[in-house]
């Protein structure tokens, strides 16, 4: 099993979840915020999800109030923000930090593998994961980047 595989983290409703639950899909990770310029990415996370969760593709949102305090409310705020406002039916975890003494294990692990432009820090709310079937860390995206520009990573990932 991955070290990716062997992390856990808790769901919005804060029950436990195994990222071993997700081996053999692929799986994209973010950082969420609802109140941020880069919000209305959850709906093209939400078509991404749509489109090929049959394949095998799993969107994994993990909100985060570290920059500008963007998602402040709680998990029923989150809830809420996702559900009503974006349409989101991909899992939601409960808020979590990605950077500092803090920071979640996943985003721990996601930046050691992939550390991107700031030294293995994340810049801002809406950076993305992609984790292949074997539970590797692919690809890394920035917050702007938006979800039909990763579409071509996805499909290509689905098919190895």
């Known amino acids: 099993m991955t070290p990716f595989h062997q992390l856990t983290a808790n769901s919005l409703r804060g ?28 709906a093209g996370l939400e078509a991404l999800y749509q489109k090929y969760a049959p394949q095998g593709l799993v969107v994994l949102g993990f909100p985060c109030n570290q920059f500008g305090q963007q998602e402040p409310g709680s998990a029923d705020d989150i809830a809420q923000t996702c559900h009503i406002h974006y349409g989101v039916s991909f899992p939601m975890f409960e808020k979590v930090e990605v950077n500092g003494h803090a920071a979640h294990p996943i985003f721990r692990y996601l930046k050691d593998q992939l550390p991107g432009v700031l030294g293995g820090r994340i810049k801002w709310n809406f950076t993305k994961y992609l984790i292949g079937r074997d539970g590797k860390p692919l690809k890394r995206f920035a917050p702007f980047t938006s979800p039909q520009k990763m579409e071509a990573a996805i499909i290509s990932a689905l098919k190895s």
């Open 15 to 42: 029950e436990p979840v195994s990222m071993a639950d997700y081996a053999g899909k692929l799986i994209l990770v973010v950082n969420t915020a609802s109140h941020c310029g880069f919000t209305p990415q959850y």
